[in-house]
């Protein structure tokens, strides 16, 4: 198994532009979490689904933000538009055991 | 709301010394603990737990509910436990939730 799939892995783009982040969990995990990485923040959840149906978005930062989970191998998370504030790295994972979540390699933003 | 504290962003320990990494959380109930690891160039994953007991590469974790903290330790500092790491909590009842500290970067030196 690939473990969990991000794309892309760098993002570079202009302020105002649409930005959307993909992300396919390991397969049969029913847990699937998009996670914001930033030095001052450190780890901030921002969204997490069960069984394809958003549990918690309380973490999204505001209307900008959006994620959907059409099937169980995909989900995107995408922000229009984009502002500076939102350079970042962001995590997917996965997890079928409570607690134990499996995390992609990370999608770089850069918003200029 | 629950947090997490990791007041050090960055350790530096010399090979074969002790290691302790502190973790505070500030919750009323009793969750559940855990530390997540990411080396160099790898994906952040799970270290260990505290309801499972185990010691992973040498690292031990203990829940001191008195304190608050759940601190990672080591006996003995090796080349290769230099990475970054996070303590997470779960409130009981909160699905799959976990709440991550700011990190630990952890360097040891030759």
């Known amino acids: 198994d690939a473990g969990v799939i991000q794309s892309p892995r760098h993002e570079v783009t202009e302020m105002g532009q649409e930005v959307t982040l993909r992300c396919k969990p390991i397969?049969?995990?029913?847990?699937l979490f998009w996670y914001r990485q930033t030095m001052m923040r450190g780890l901030e959840l921002l969204i997490y689904?069960?069984?394809?149906?958003?549990?918690?978005d309380s973490g999204m930062p505001e209307d900008r933000f959006s994620a959907k989970m059409p099937n169980a191998s995909f989900s995107t998370l995408k922000i229009q538009p984009s502002e500076p504030r939102d350079s970042a790295v962001y995590f997917c994972a996965s997890s079928l055991v409570i607690g134990e979540l499996f995390f992609g390699e990370g999608s770089r933003l850069t918003v200029l | 709301a629950q947090r997490v504290t990791q007041p050090e962003k960055l350790l530096s320990v010399f090979k074969g010394a002790p290691v302790e990494l502190k973790c505070n959380y500030s919750?009323?109930?009793?969750?559940?603990l855990f530390w997540y690891v990411q080396y160099s160039r790898q994906r952040l994953q799970l270290l260990l737990r505290h309801i499972s007991r185990e010691s992973i590469k040498g690292f031990t974790a203990d829940l001191n509910k008195g304190e608050t903290s759940f601190h990672l330790k080591k006996p003995f500092a090796q080349e290769e436990d230099s990475a970054m790491y996070y303590c997470?909590?779960?409130?009981?009842?909160?699905?799959?939730?976990?709440?991550f500290g700011t990190g630990t970067q952890l360097k040891v030196e030759l």
């Open positions: 397969s049969g995990h029913d847990y």
């Open positions: 689904f069960n069984n394809n149906v958003p549990i918690d």
């Open positions: 919750y009323s109930g009793s969750p559940e």
């Open positions: 997470a909590l779960m409130r009981p009842g909160g699905g799959n939730k976990l709440t």
